[in-house]
T-cell receptor, first 113, second 113 residues
Framework: DTAVSQTPKYLVTQMGNDKSIKCEQNLGHDTMYWYKQDSKKFLKIMFSYNNKELIINETVPNRFSPKSPDKAHLNLHINSLELGDSAVYFC????????????FGEGSRLTVL | DQQVKQNSPSLSVQEGRISILNCDYTNSMFDYFLWYKKYPAEGPTFLISISSIKDKNEDGRFTVFLNKSAKHLSLHIVPSQPGDSAVYFCAASEGGGADGLTFGKGTHLIIQP
């Protein structure tokens, strides 16, 4: 019973392609996030959604578009992939916006060739 | 600009001894601090947190100390166990909670038998 699950776990693709990473949480949390862990190992927030509404949108290229069909899902779509997009992307959720700890998924390792 | 710094990329400690992981921050607006533990190929898992109104929080073998004047926090693990071998991330937030956590680069703790 994985609390926060993301698919796929590994993704290898060519530059210029479009890809999506899906995330689902079964914790009943209101807020979901996407974080990126880059080659320097920094975990940086990309987006935050609360009850399907975008709350945080850090400086992320327009090629990245999150979509939240319902509060249990937050998918990340990336257009025109670039080499610099190679990273591990973590989905996370929290019970309330701005309160408490985050629960993370296992991460999705994206490699752009 | 690293607002949360973990200056030791790795730390090796003998089993049974105390492990001390350090974290420094530069943003004086941070008021909530968390430690996450991460095993390879898994997402970070929440370990312990502390609000800026406290200077110590204890949970079993884990204690977090906060020195606001020095903008420094530390995580103490005692006694250290082999299962504690992991990467530990320090994280900080403004506004008291999980929104927009800023992470350090992590410290890889290795517990030697």
């Amino acid at each position: 019973d994985t609390a926060v699950s993301q698919t796929p776990k590994y993704l290898v693709t060519q530059m210029g392609n479009d890809k999506s990473i899906k995330c689902e949480q079964n914790l009943g949390h209101d807020t979901m996030y996407w974080y990126k862990q880059d080659s320097k190992k920094f975990l940086k927030i990309m987006f935050s959604y609360n009850n399907k509404e975008l709350i945080i949108n850090e400086t992320v290229p327009n090629r990245f578009s999150p979509k939240s069909p319902d509060k249990a899902h937050l998918n990340l779509h990336i257009n025109s992939l670039e080499l610099g997009d190679s990273a591990v992307y973590f989905c996370a959720s929290s019970q309330l916006q701005g309160v408490g700890e985050l629960f993370f998924g296992e991460g999705s390792r994206l490699t752009v060739l | 600009d690293q607002q949360v710094k973990q200056n030791s990329p790795s730390l090796s400690v003998q089993e049974g001894r105390i492990s001390i992981l350090n974290c420094d921050y530069t943003n004086s607006m941070f008021d909530y601090f968390l430690w996450y533990k991460k095993y390879p190929a898994e997402g970070p898992t929440f370990l312990i947190s502390i609000s800026s109104i406290k200077d110590k929080n204890e949970d079993g073998r884990f204690t977090v100390f906060l020195n606001k004047s020095a903008k420094h926090l530390s995580l103490h693990i005692v006694p250290s166990q082999p299962g504690d071998s992991a990467v530990y991330f320090c994280a900080a937030s403004e506004g008291g909670g999980a929104d927009g956590l800023t992470f350090g680069k992590g410290t890889h703790l290795i517990i030697q038998p």
